[in-house]
């Protein structure tokens, strides 16, 4: 079965940076596309970036030039660093496949931006 752990939220003043971590069981990422998504209060969940299997990224307008998706195959591990924060990327941090799993969902990590 497979299982995502997100880790690496925290609070973040504006301009700074954090880097989420996403931890997979049960699955590769050598053979998914693998997505960070987020969801702010009152918000549908957006997808934020992906990285496909063979290493192609995609990011979102909101996002481009600031943020940075990696994997790490070996450790089957996916990275999002982020950087210039804004008030506006305050949200939970979800990863999970692209198209997602609905069963993959887990509980996310909180990134709060704010001085």
């Known amino acids: 079965q497979v299982q995502l752990v997100e880790s690496g939220g925290g609070l973040a003043q504006p301009g700074g940076s954090l880097r989420l971590s996403c931890a997979a069981s049960g699955s590769s990422f050598r053979r998914n596309n693998m997505g960070w998504y987020r969801q702010a209060p009152g918000k549908q969940r957006e997808l934020v970036a992906r990285i496909s299997s063979t290493g192609t990224t995609y990011y979102a307008d909101f996002v481009k030039g600031r943020f940075s998706v990696t994997k790490d195959n070996a450790k089957n591990t996916m990275y999002l660093q982020m950087n210039s924060l804004r008030h506006e990327d305050t949200a939970v941090y979800y990863c999970?496949?692209?198209?997602?799993?609905?069963?993959?969902w887990g509980q996310g990590t909180q990134v709060t931006v704010s001085s």
């Open positions: 999970n496949t692209v198209p997602p799993v609905q069963l993959y």
